[in-house]
């Protein structure tokens, strides 16, 4: 499996980017998606997840209201709307993908087998 991260960028505040994750070597839509962030000096964090159900989506506090995640089944590709972003959303996002996953470990980054290479945004004022 491998996943393709793309669409990072240099934007101002208040901004929107849109992130994509593309996925091929296994069937897409069996697959729980998610991404996740890596600051500068910190920990890889949990930004936002979709759910092989296709329906259960979950956020991380800071992203809920500005980040979207959604899925094109026919493209085998996953997306990160980023609205309103913050000079805090600065980092380096990671696609990771699982095809086993328990929905109890859908923020857990240990928990997803498949990563892409990171993609760098950078919000600036």
């Known amino acids: 499996v491998q996943l393709q991260a793309s669409g990072g960028g240099a934007v101002q505040v208040g901004g929107s980017l849109r992130l994509s994750c593309a996925v091929s070597?296994?069937?897409?839509?069996?697959?729980?998606m998610a991404w996740f962030r890596q600051a500068p000096g910190e920990q890889r964090e949990f930004v936002a997840a979709?759910?092989?159900?296709?329906?259960?989506?979950h956020y991380a506090d800071s992203v809920k209201g500005r980040f979207t995640i959604f899925r094109d089944n026919a493209k085998n590709t996953m997306y990160l709307q980023m609205n309103s972003l913050k000079p805090e959303d600065t980092a380096v996002y990671y696609c990771?993908?699982?095809?086993?996953?328990?929905?109890?470990?859908?923020?857990?980054?240990?928990?997803?087998?498949?990563w892409g290479q990171g993609t760098l945004v950078t919000v600036s004022s």
């Open positions: 979709l759910f092989r159900n296709g329906v259960s989506t």
């Open positions: 990771a993908a699982d095809f086993s996953l328990i929905l109890s470990s859908i923020r857990t980054s240990s928990a997803y087998d498949y």
């Open positions: 070597g296994r069937t897409f839509r069996q697959s729980t």
